[in-house]
């Protein structure tokens, strides 16, 4: 069974540019959430994708904003980046919502810098 | 809307100890609480999950406890090793398929 892999591992870009982080979610899941993690805190949810759709959104900008692809894998784009944007990104997918059990698997993350 | 805490936010204890970390969550309407762990820099690792009729979970030297009416869940460590070294998360869901709401967390440190 592969888990939830993001790529790339770490990243650094310059206030302003635009940044597209990837996650392939875990095999038999259908749901992927992101989450921005800044130093010494916990993760904050951004959104989730179900079914190539958002589903649910967090209290974050339009200019972060997101894909889901039929093969169930996501991207998350962040334009006009800010320097508050430096964070670990975390990718987390989720089985079908069947039955009472719900749990989201987290990838390694993403971390992003910004000068 | 749901907010989390978490105490200790650190805690650093000499290694054979047996430790409590706490979580409080103030809506008691939830669907499961998951306790993670998280090594520096690294992504989550889920360590145990209790659904919201279950009252605690256990896995090896790990515990957790569930107090849905009182909003409160207890992560207990037995004979606590340096490899235990790590920040604890706790994060509650409060309906299947949406968002996790995390704590802070509370960085542990084992000291050999």
């Known amino acids: 069974e592969t888990g939830v892999t993001q790529s790339p591992t770490h990243l650094i870009k310059t206030r302003g540019q635009q940044v597209t982080l990837r996650c392939s979610s875990q095999?038999?899941?259908?749901?992927v959430s992101w989450y921005q993690q800044a130093l010494g805190q916990g993760p904050q949810f951004i959104f989730q994708y179900y079914r190539e759709e958002e589903n649910g959104r967090g209290n974050f900008p339009p200019r972060f904003s997101g894909l889901q692809f039929p093969n169930y894998s996501s991207e998350l784009n962040v334009n006009a980046l800010e320097l508050d944007d430096s964070a670990l990104y975390l990718c987390?997918?989720?089985?079908?919502?069947?039955?009472?059990?719900?749990?989201?698997?987290f990838g390694p993350g993403t971390r992003l810098t910004v000068l | 809307k749901q907010e989390v805490t978490q105490i200790p936010a650190a805690l650093s204890v000499p290694e054979g100890e047996n430790l409590v970390l706490n979580c409080s969550f103030t809506?008691?309407?939830?669907?499961?609480l998951q306790w993670f762990r998280q090594d520096p820099g690294k992504g989550l690792t889920s360590l145990l999950l209790?659904?919201?009729?279950?009252r605690e979970q256990t896995s090896g030297r790990l515990n957790a406890s569930l107090d849905k009416s009182s909003g409160r869940s207890t992560l207990y460590i037995a004979a606590s090793q340096p490899g235990d070294s790590a920040t604890y998360l706790c994060a509650v869901l409060r309906s299947s398929g949406s968002r996790l709401t995390f704590g802070e967390g509370t960085q542990l440190t084992v000291n050999p």
């Open positions: 987390a997918s989720s089985p079908p919502r069947t039955g009472s059990y719900n749990k989201q698997v």
């Open positions: 095999s038999g899941h259908n749901t």
């Open positions: 809506d008691s309407a939830i669907y499961n």
């Open positions: 209790i659904q919201s009729s279950q």
